[in-house]
């Protein structure tokens, strides 16, 4: 897997990022978990989903947030920035914990899904956002005690748009899981992309 590290300016701040780049104008931005709580670009859960995305072809940005933490604002304008940064016309946001809360505040035509892994429904100054259009695939452990599992049902059944999610019997880390979430990711968004690119032929 080839992957490169490299920096582009944010709202006001350097962002860091970690690019796995493909010949292609689609690709995947991944947000990590709470940057207070160790959350950066080389969350295990992440690079697995990266490795998996790559392997099918696909770019992938991961990035971490500014270097001093704003409450979840900040992080949303982040990856706001990251989205400019890469230019890519078709994007799939993919975010962990804090990250699911921060992506799923985003709002721009480029976005084809949001997968939304142990989304947390409200975080710092920020609120898990389930009303956009996008399709959406939410990744949830029933035994998670970070991200109640009664609380993501209830998002879940709000969320507006097309959506599904998977469930698995694990708490909120996914150890023991990690490859088969990441194999699930990587297969939604490719059927993402291909009924795009169908669609629009």
């Not at 493909?22 to 991944?30: E, N, T, Y």
Request: hydrophobic content about 40%; overall charge negative.
């Amino acid at each position: 897997m080839i992957n490169r590290d490299l920096k582009f300016l944010g709202e006001n701040d350097i962002i860091h990022a970690t690019l796995y780049e493909r010949s292609s104008d689609k690709g995947v931005i991944l947000a990590p978990p709470h940057p207070l709580l160790g959350g950066c670009r080389c969350d295990m859960r992440l690079v697995e989903i990266a490795g998996n995305l790559y392997d099918e072809g696909i770019s992938v940005l991961a990035i971490d947030y500014r270097s001093e933490y704003s409450g979840g604002l900040g992080e949303i304008k982040d990856v706001k920035s990251a989205i400019d940064f890469v230019g890519w016309k078709e994007i799939s946001l993919v975010g962990y914990s804090f990250g699911a809360t921060v992506v799923s505040n985003i709002v721009d035509d480029r976005i084809k899904s949001l997968v939304l892994i142990s989304i947390v429904k409200k975080i710092g100054d920020i609120e898990a956002k389930i009303d956009t259009y996008y399709r959406k695939l939410f990744i949830h452990g029933n035994k998670d005690n970070i991200a109640p599992f009664e609380e993501f049902l209830e998002l879940y059944k709000e969320a507006a748009g097309e959506k599904r999610c998977i469930v698995y019997d694990t708490d909120h880390f996914y150890l023991g899981f990690i490859e088969e979430v990441a194999k699930s990711v990587s297969d939604y968004i490719m059927n993402v992309f291909d009924d795009f690119q169908s669609n629009n032929i």
